[in-house]
């Protein structure tokens, strides 16, 4: 698992090499320390780290019919992606020259297409416990203080409240 969250890293650096190679004087002079960044330029460094992002995912999922293939590495993406979180200390997801950690982490989720039920709740659960224990370790509330309002019919519903409370986190 780990050498396939490694892995889908490593597609990520290189799909900055396949795709970028013709901004590498670019992103050298918008990255030096007397250079100011522009909005423009965050926008434009951002987009190059979601092109990376999609090219690690078709990097990995190139030729992969098998339904278990299929689901080890959507694992190892969202780990991989879970992992920054990690390093956080506040809930924050908020990123500059990067996408914010959470859209980063929503455009994998959106792609998953593992039918078998065991694998997908593997993945669901990979993903909110992986949530909650980003607030964990940020010390942010994520249990409302009425229990009843903490109780969800299926994951999706579990996610979409946490991915709201990483939304209101980020607005603040
Ligand atoms: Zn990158």
Do not use: C
């Not at 990995?60 to 689901?71: A, K, L, V």
């Not at 390093?87 to 982490?105: F, G, Q, S």
């Amino acid at each position: 698992m780990l050498v396939l969250a490694a892995t889908y890293l490593m597609f990520h650096e290189m799909g900055h090499l396949v795709l970028h190679r013709y901004a590498v004087e670019y992103i050298e002079r918008v990255k030096s320390p007397f250079y100011d960044q522009t909005d423009d330029d965050h926008r434009r460094l951002r987009m190059m780290e979601i092109q990376a992002d999609s090219y690690a995912v078709d990097a990995m999922f190139e030729s992969i019919n098998d339904e278990h293939d299929r689901f080890l590495r959507f694992l190892a993406a969202i780990i991989a992606h879970l992992s920054e979180f990690f390093l956080r200390h506040v809930p924050n997801t908020k990123a500059i020259n990067y996408p914010h950690l959470d859209e980063r982490l929503k455009r994998v989720i959106k792609k998953i297409d593992v039918q078998h039920p065991g694998y997908k709740m593997q993945l669901d659960l990979t993903l909110t416990i992986g949530l909650q224990t980003f607030f964990a370790l940020t010390f942010a509330e994520y249990i409302p203080s009425e229990m009843k309002d903490f109780a969800f019919n299926d994951s999706d519903q579990l996610s979409d409240y946490l991915f709201r409370l990483i939304d209101a986190w980020k607005a603040k």
